[in-house]
């Protein structure tokens, strides 16, 4: 392969430069809109998505692998979705937690959301966060060096939750 020492095949950082530097356009009122209308300077790991929904990842992960389920009507608020809408949501947010313990194989799955600023909400588009979690998770890197260890680029973690799709499909009859 390379001449890649050991931690360097496998640790990066979210704050890596990169990510770091690409901000977010001032005409971009939502993020999550743009990236459901396919806008360039977004991002965008999809999953999987159908006409109600998306599954991406995150690109700012707490933990390798890290997924949101986000609606793509442009709502914030669980009251604003009709009961179909909500049932599918969670439908589909049972269906990701089954594909984390599949592929990523957690001790457990923090599963969220924050609705609104004042409850930590970055991008207020409502989104569901699915976050795989193990025991020993916060080694030396985090605790010393104040940065995360990933084990797994995005795009290689987005593979290999695609060649899984198939349990999230027909989710929804
Ligand atoms: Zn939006």
Request: one cysteine or more.
């Amino acid at each position: 392969m390379t001449d890649l020492k050991p931690y360097e095949k496998y640790l990066w950082s979210t704050k890596r430069e990169d990510y770091e530097k690409k901000q977010v356009p001032e005409d971009i009122d939502c993020v999550f809109c743009a990236l459901v209308e396919v806008d360039e300077r977004v991002t965008k790991l999809t999953v999987f998505e159908d006409d109600f929904l998306t599954v991406q990842m995150n690109i700012y992960p707490y933990s390798t692998g890290h997924l949101m389920v986000i609606p793509k009507r442009h709502v914030n608020s669980l009251t604003d979705l009709t009961d179909e809408e909500r049932n599918r949501l969670f439908k589909m947010v049972s269906k990701v937690e089954q594909l984390q313990r599949t592929v990523v194989e957690p001790e457990g799955v923090d599963i969220g959301m924050n609705l609104g600023e004042a409850a930590g909400e970055s991008i207020l588009h409502m989104h569901v966060h699915l976050v795989p979690m193990s025991y020993g998770g916060r080694g030396f890197m985090e605790t010393a060096l104040d940065t995360k260890v990933m084990k797994k680029t995005l795009e290689d973690m987005c593979e290999d939750y695609r060649e899984q799709t198939e349990i999230l499909e027909d989710y929804w009859g």
